[in-house]
């Protein structure tokens, strides 16, 4: 299987009308197919609905741990204090169905990781993969669980 390093960057910019022009700001067709702005709580619930098809388990968690956050002045010193998150998980099979092929996602702090095990602890995501591709069902940290549309 093919692992990937992926960062996602932050930067916080003067907000006016101009800035967020569409034509300034625009899907290329190649790299970016699609854009559309969105709040945390709405690109969730826009995957929830189908309306966003595809997030990944980077995405999805990176997603989730923006939803405590209610105004963009919080995002530079949330994220200034907060350790760098890394997914890198491992997986394990949960079951097989005509649905496909469910798995758990085990991440780093997980009490069944092999790396940063935090005994007691539970962070995953579970997927489930099928013929089409893979769609998250729920994110798990500790006692927060976000849910997906599955």
């Known amino acids: 299987a093919k692992r990937f390093h992926t960062q996602f960057y932050l930067t916080v910019l003067p907000w006016s ?25 709405e690109a969730l619930d826009a995957y929830r609905t189908s309306q966003i098809q595809t997030f990944l388990p980077p995405q999805f968690v990176s997603i989730s741990h923006l939803l405590p956050i209610q105004k963009h002045e919080e995002l530079v010193p949330y994220f200034q204090e907060r350790e760098i998150l890394t997914i890198m ?36 995501v579970h997927i489930t993969r099928t013929k089409k591709g893979m769609n998250v069902r729920k994110y798990v940290q500790g006692s927060t669980e976000v849910k997906a549309r599955l």
Not at 21 to 39: H, I, N, P
Not at 103 to 119: A, R, T, W, Y
């Open 17 to 41: 009308r101009e800035s967020f022009s569409d034509s300034r700001v625009f899907a290329d067709g190649k790299e970016t197919t699609q854009l559309d702005w969105f709040t945390p709580e």
């Open 89 to 124: 998980p491992e997986f394990q099979l949960e079951s097989k169905d005509d649905d496909g092929i469910h798995l758990s996602g085990i991440l780093p702090g997980d009490e069944e990781h092999s790396q940063n095990v935090i005994k007691g602890h539970r962070h995953r």
